[in-house]
């Protein structure tokens, strides 16, 4: 038999759970690696299981609670499956499950937001209780924007922000703050006296926030939406003809330019292709064009989840990397949300992604409240500017939260004073075998990741050789979630080691070095396994072995060249997998062959400068000064601006600053 006040009291310690998943935007913590988003997606993940176990023995508890049926949630329900089924389906169902450390935004991820969802959309349910836990994300808001703030008086709370509050990144800070504003604003529509007053200046101060970032795209989409406000309150609450059709002339005017604005955008030559240009890179048009390809090699479920690094490795134009388009050459997303989404999931997935906007609206323009004018403004805002962004897991909850109270606000529950009606029970032998399971995924899908993550930092501050060993044994093989990203990153790490042992190795401890390098190679060709063109895989172990054939074993270097001829196989246009062939040729005395190899760079990708150098970086290693000459004067015709790098490179010491030119040759 149950006993109200203690399933009362669980009821509210559940919603308080809820809370407190709110608050994760503001949290970092340096014990991990990227500690802006990981640290928020892994207090995330374990608060969704923790409150999905409570709310199981409270629905045992409690007939009246029960998950509300709605469209939405079927239609979110609908577009986590496809994904999960791309994933299965695609290039690398592992990654897509478990997804990188920095983004954490992978079917693992997508599980616990769809649960967040139906256990947010089941403690909530009437307008008031949805007003009091707006108000807290509307406060967790105003605490990342205040860190902002404070920012321009000096006051730096944390570090590495970038702009970007406790998100560390502008443009993520921006997407938040859009929610909250729309969050905010709601409370001043609906509320009176201190709330109401709370409402209204909660949406000064995030709106302000907001204006002070460089989230250009959030901050464009902000002026759009708040036109788009005004169009919608006018088209539902105008009393008159006159005020509906002024609203509807300012839906159509800003539909207009919103179309207009988007055709532009890829004619070269005009305003808005420059401006785009200028703010973004031309790299961004680009890796858009390498995004549409591979959703034509996979168009009807793609390639799986978070597996666009792959597709920009198989499709990757030697422009990137030149002035022409930006400096970067590595990409993990599309940084279009309608690209990514072809890519990852297809099609379908896109379609499903796409109905849940429209059920969102549709569900609410049909009640004719004034939940649709926030609703609308918002998910139009978020959907306008991640044309040109990416999502976090950090974000994915803030959609997600926002999507149940667009679905909450469109049952007939929300205007009532009581939520759901009773319903039947069901047998304590569920909630129990469900705490069972839980044990098991809580320590799968969040301790053990947690662990893997803060056994990188315990690995780098290790005070003794065992700590050390014992750190990194577990930062390289404990948890999926992440493993490839903390495998190279630790390699990396022994690399930038090996590569500083003084000649001869007089002093080092090599059965040490020995040890921690059979774990990395082991660790990096389990990933390459998994992904066999997982080029940063390639490069990071090949940096290593070739360190260790300095000082530990000379043949190690020939593992390292069969790594770099692999890498340059699966990326016949990718410079790096050939930079880093021509570092370990040099080393095996093969000098000629790493020339043409850094030859054969400059053909295929003659827009970057760097190609240029690292050309005669090889040349200098012939011990021909006119053909080192020559290499300079074909470098500098080409790029003048390169001329620094070119006249030290003209007076080098090939054999003092040996380790030094080669290391140079892998980044």
């Given at each position: 038999?149950?006993?109200?006040?203690?399933?009362?009291?669980?009821?509210?310690?559940?919603?308080?759970?809820?809370?407190?998943?709110?608050?994760?935007?503001?949290?970092?913590?340096?014990?991990?690696?990227?500690?802006?988003?990981?640290?928020?997606?892994?207090?995330?993940?374990?608060?969704?299981?923790?409150?999905?176990?409570?709310?199981?023995?409270?629905?045992?508890?409690?007939?009246?609670?029960?998950?509300?049926?709605?469209?939405?949630?079927?239609?979110?329900?609908?577009?986590?499956?496809?994904?999960?089924?791309?994933?299965?389906?695609?290039?690398?169902?592992?990654?897509?499950?478990?997804?990188?450390?920095?983004?954490?935004?992978?079917?693992?991820?997508?599980?616990?937001?769809?649960?967040?969802?139906?256990?947010?959309?089941?403690?909530?349910?009437?307008?008031?209780?949805?007003?009091?836990?707006?108000?807290?994300?509307?406060?967790?808001?105003?605490?990342?924007?205040?860190?902002?703030?404070?920012?321009?008086?000096?006051?730096?709370?944390?570090?590495?922000?970038?702009?970007?509050?406790?998100?560390?990144?502008?443009?993520?800070?921006?997407?938040?703050?859009?929610?909250?504003?729309?969050?905010?604003?709601?409370?001043?529509?609906?509320?009176?006296?201190?709330?109401?007053?709370?409402?209204?200046?909660?949406?000064?101060?995030?709106?302000?926030?907001?204006?002070?970032?460089?989230?250009?795209?959030?901050?464009?989409?902000?002026?759009?939406?708040?036109?788009?406000?005004?169009?919608?309150?006018?088209?539902?609450?105008?009393?008159?003809?006159?005020?509906?059709?002024?609203?509807?002339?300012?839906?159509?005017?800003?539909?207009?330019?919103?179309?207009?604005?988007?055709?532009?955008?890829?004619?070269?030559?005009?305003?808005?292709?420059?401006?785009?240009?200028?703010?973004?890179?031309?790299?961004?048009?680009?890796?858009?064009?390498?995004?549409?390809?591979?959703?034509?090699?996979?168009?009807?479920?793609?390639?799986?989840?978070?597996?666009?690094?792959?597709?920009?490795?198989?499709?990757?134009?030697?422009?990137?990397?030149?002035?022409?388009?930006?400096?970067?050459?590595?990409?993990?997303?599309?940084h279009n949300k309608v690209l990514d989404l072809l890519v990852e999931v297809g099609i379908v997935g896109l379609i499903s992604y796409l109905s849940?906007?429209?059920?969102?609206?549709?569900?609410?323009?049909?009640?004719?409240?004034?939940?649709?004018?926030?609703?609308?403004?918002?998910?139009?805002?978020?959907?306008?500017?991640?044309?040109?962004?990416?999502?976090?897991?950090?974000?994915?909850?803030?959609?997600?939260?926002?999507?149940?109270?667009?679905?909450?606000?469109?049952?007939?529950?929300?205007?009532?004073?009581?939520?759901?009606?009773?319903?039947?029970?069901?047998?304590?032998?569920?909630?129990?075998?469900?705490?069972?399971?839980?044990?098991?995924?809580?320590?799968?899908?969040?301790?053990?990741?947690?662990?893997?993550?803060?056994?990188?930092?315990?690995?780098?501050?290790?005070?003794?050789?065992?700590?050390?060993?014992?750190?990194?044994?577990?930062?390289?093989?404990?948890?999926?979630?992440?493993?490839?990203?903390?495998?190279?990153?630790?390699?990396?790490?022994?690399?930038?080691?090996?590569?500083?042992?003084?000649?001869?190795?007089?002093?080092?401890?090599?059965?040490?070095?020995?040890?921690?390098?059979?774990?990395?190679?082991?660790?990096?060709?389990?990933?390459?396994?998994?992904?066999?063109?997982?080029?940063?895989?390639?490069?990071?172990?090949?940096?290593?072995?070739?360190?260790?054939?300095?000082?530990?074993?000379?043949?190690?270097?020939?593992?390292?060249?069969?790594?770099?001829?692999?890498?340059?196989?699966?990326?016949?246009?990718?410079?790096?997998?050939?930079?880093?062939?021509?570092?370990?040729?040099?080393?095996?005395?093969?000098?000629?062959?790493?020339?043409?190899?850094?030859?054969?760079?400059?053909?295929?990708?003659?827009?970057?400068?760097?190609?240029?150098?690292?050309?005669?970086?090889?040349?200098?290693?012939?011990?021909?000064?006119?053909?080192?000459?020559?290499?300079?004067?074909?470098?500098?015709?080409?790029?003048?601006?390169?001329?620094?790098?070119?006249?030290?490179?003209?007076?080098?010491?090939?054999?003092?600053?040996?380790s030094q030119l080669l290391s140079f040759l892998h980044f």
């Amino acid at each position: 038999m149950s006993h109200p006040h203690k399933t009362d009291h669980l009821q509210t310690i559940l919603r308080w759970g809820v809370y407190l998943v709110l608050t994760a935007p503001l949290l970092t913590s340096k014990a991990f690696l990227f500690p802006h988003t990981t640290t928020k997606a892994y207090i995330m993940m374990a608060l969704v299981e923790l409150l999905g176990l409570g709310l199981i023995w409270l629905m045992w508890h409690r007939p009246d609670v029960r998950p509300i049926k709605s469209a939405l949630g079927i239609a979110l329900s609908i577009f986590v499956g496809i994904a999960l089924l791309a994933s299965v389906l695609g290039v690398d169902p592992s990654f897509s499950f478990w997804a990188s450390v920095d983004r954490v935004t992978g079917g693992l991820m997508w599980v616990h937001m769809l649960g967040f969802f139906w256990i947010v959309t089941t403690l909530f349910q009437t307008k008031a209780q949805w007003q009091r836990v707006i108000a807290v994300s509307v406060l967790v808001g105003l605490g990342a924007a205040c860190v902002h703030l404070l920012s321009f008086a000096g006051i730096e709370l944390g570090s590495g922000q970038r702009g970007g509050s406790t998100f560390g990144n502008s443009s993520f800070f921006g997407t938040y703050l859009l929610f909250q504003i729309g969050l905010a604003a709601y409370l001043a529509m609906t509320t009176k006296g201190k709330m109401w007053n709370y409402g209204v200046t909660a949406t000064g101060i995030l709106s302000l926030a907001l204006l002070l970032t460089t989230a250009n795209a959030a901050k464009i989409s902000f002026v759009g939406a708040a036109i788009l406000f005004v169009a919608l309150f006018f088209i539902v609450n105008g009393k008159t003809v006159s005020r509906r059709k002024t609203g509807w002339g300012i839906f159509i005017a800003l539909s207009a330019a919103f179309v207009l604005t988007i055709v532009l955008a890829f004619q070269e030559g005009s305003i808005v292709y420059d401006e785009f240009v200028k703010i973004a890179t031309g790299s961004r048009f680009v890796v858009w064009n390498m995004a549409w390809q591979a959703f034509l090699e996979h168009p009807f479920l793609g390639w799986g989840l978070e597996n666009f690094q792959l597709v920009s490795l198989k499709f990757y134009d030697p422009c990137l990397g030149s002035p022409l388009c930006g400096s970067e050459m590595w990409f993990d997303r599309a940084h279009n949300k309608v690209l990514d989404l072809l890519v990852e999931v297809g099609i379908v997935g896109l379609i499903s992604y796409l109905s849940i906007f429209t059920l969102a609206i549709y569900s609410l323009w049909k009640k004719k409240s004034v939940e649709i004018i926030v609703v609308g403004s918002v998910l139009a805002a978020y959907f306008v500017q991640n044309l040109t962004i990416l999502d976090t897991s950090t974000i994915m909850m803030t959609w997600v939260f926002f999507l149940a109270f667009a679905s909450a606000a469109s049952t007939k529950e929300f205007d009532e004073e009581t939520g759901s009606p009773n319903k039947k029970t069901f047998s304590v032998a569920v909630p129990a075998a469900l705490s069972l399971v839980w044990v098991f995924t809580f320590t799968l899908f969040v301790i053990q990741p947690i662990q893997g993550n803060m056994a990188i930092k315990q690995t780098l501050e290790s005070r003794s050789i065992d700590e050390r060993l014992e750190s990194y044994e577990k930062a390289v093989t404990l948890s999926q979630q992440g493993i490839d990203f903390r495998r190279i990153y630790l390699a990396n790490q022994t690399a930038g080691m090996l590569w500083n042992v003084p000649a001869g190795g007089e002093g080092v401890n090599k059965e040490f070095l020995l040890s921690e390098i059979a774990l990395i190679e082991k660790a990096v060709n389990e990933t390459l396994a998994n992904s066999p063109n997982y080029l940063r895989g390639n490069l990071e172990l090949s940096y290593v072995l070739q360190g260790a054939s300095h000082t530990l074993d000379t043949e190690m270097l020939d593992r390292a060249e069969v790594l770099m001829r692999d890498a340059v196989a699966n990326n016949p246009v990718h410079p790096q997998a050939y930079w880093a062939l021509a570092s370990v040729l040099i080393d095996q005395g093969k000098i000629e062959e790493a020339v043409e190899v850094t030859r054969s760079v400059t053909t295929f990708a003659p827009d970057i400068s760097r190609a240029q150098v690292f050309h005669m970086i090889a040349v200098l290693f012939l011990d021909d000064r006119e053909a080192l000459e020559l290499a300079a004067q074909e470098a500098l015709a080409l790029f003048p601006s390169i001329q620094p790098d070119v006249q030290t490179l003209l007076i080098a010491d090939p054999v003092a600053q040996r380790s030094q030119l080669l290391s140079f040759l892998h980044f």
